[in-house]
């Protein structure tokens, strides 16, 4: 089983991957690509949450940092694609 701390770093590692290859790439991506990653971004974060709420004995204080940190970068990545997502229809 992935430690709480490892299931943070790797969900970071994918979203800040995502936001910096959706930011140096000078096409932009089909509308449905920006709603699915929003859908994506708002998931993962539930997930951390909830695994937080659901087995706080497995969570150490770093750990609990670092799902903070990767529900913080997640939010803010659905908030970047969806508004990307609405300046692609204008």
């Excluded at 490892?6 to 991506?29: F, N, P």
Aim: hydrophobic share 60%; glycine share 4%; proline share 4%.
């Amino acid at each position: 089983m992935i430690p709480p701390a490892g299931m943070a770093i790797a969900a970071l590692t994918i979203m800040l991957w995502i936001l910096w290859s959706d930011s140096v790439r000078t096409r932009r991506s089909a509308a449905p690509l920006y709603a699915l990653r929003v859908a994506l971004y708002l998931i993962v974060s539930a997930i951390l949450v909830l695994n937080r709420i659901r087995y706080p004995h497995l969570f150490s204080s770093t750990a609990t940092v670092l799902v903070v940190v990767a529900v913080l970068v997640g939010l803010f990545g659905a908030y970047w694609f969806a508004r990307r997502l609405v300046a692609r229809g204008q």
